[in-house]
């Protein structure tokens, strides 16, 4: 059965600082892959897709991800890290049925 | 551009009462999803549905209920509301394409809070 890992549950970065979240996939096939950010109080919010092809994904708000296979990960980034970024990031694999499994989520703290 | 809307937005509510959590799309979307966000877990599945009158159970579906006879409509019912239902829930929706996995993402409305005393 697909499983994601977010080894870390709480993060915090200094504004203006580099930023990754760490993810790791089980699957058997090629997976679907996506990150998902939520703002508090609100509905999760997509950020990038990998289905297929390059590997290192863009997305909105000047996110990026890279599928490494041999690692079974997909890591988000972002260069410089702004206040508003402060939010939970969920990573997740696409499953049969149209079906997501979430990654247990990583809250990310900006610092000034 | 109603999009995916979820009421009540929060609900108190005391054990061994229905409640039922109302979820509604305006795309005609063909899949609907619940989950459940707890810390610590991150969104489990409850139940999802792949066009109206076709439902199955996700991860946690014990003690609920759903119903969609309407493409557009997918209420969740707690048929006896406990404790460690307390949660914060959301829907989802996402189009049908071919192949068993499209990979279309998901679209989440924004969350029922609901507290059971």
């Known amino acids: 059965a697909q499983s994601v890992t977010q080894p870390d549950i709480h993060i915090t970065v200094s504004e203006g600082a580099s930023l990754e979240l760490r993810c790791n996939y089980s699957y058997g096939a090629t997976p679907y892959l996506f990150w998902y950010v939520q703002s508090p109080g609100q509905g999760l919010q997509l950020l990038l897709k990998y289905f297929s092809g390059d590997t290192l994904v863009q997305g909105i708000k000047g996110f990026e991800a890279e599928f490494k296979r041999s690692q079974s990960?997909?890591?988000?980034?972002?260069?410089?890290?702004?206040?508003?970024?402060?939010?939970?990031?969920?990573?997740?694999?696409?499953?049969?049925?149209?079906?997501?499994?979430f990654g247990a989520g990583t809250i990310l703290r900006v610092k000034s | 551009d109603a999009g995916i809307t979820q009421s009540p937005r929060y609900k108190i509510t005391e054990t061994g009462r229905q409640v039922t959590l109302?979820?509604?799309?305006?795309?005609s979307h063909s899949y609907m999803f619940w989950y459940r966000q707890d810390l610590g877990h991150g969104l489990r599945l409850i139940y999802y549905s792949a066009a109206a009158d076709i439902t199955d159970k996700g991860e946690v579906p014990d003690g609920y209920v759903v119903s969609r006879s309407k493409t557009e409509n997918f209420p969740l019912t707690l048929e006896s509301a406990t404790r460690s239902q307390t949660s914060v829930y959301f829907c989802a929706s996402t189009p049908r394409?071919?192949?068993a996995f499209s990979g279309q993402p998901q679209?989440?409305?924004?969350?029922?809070?609901?507290?059971?005393l």
């Open chain 1, 73 to 101: 990960s997909f890591n988000l980034r972002k260069p410089s890290v702004h206040w508003s970024d402060a939010a939970e990031y969920f990573c997740a694999v696409g499953a049969s049925g149209n079906k997501l499994v």
């Open chain 2, 22 to 27: 109302m979820c509604h799309q305006t795309w």
């Open chain 2, 97 to 99: 394409e071919q192949g």
């Open chain 2, 107 to 116: 679209h989440f409305g924004d969350g029922t809070r609901l507290s059971i």
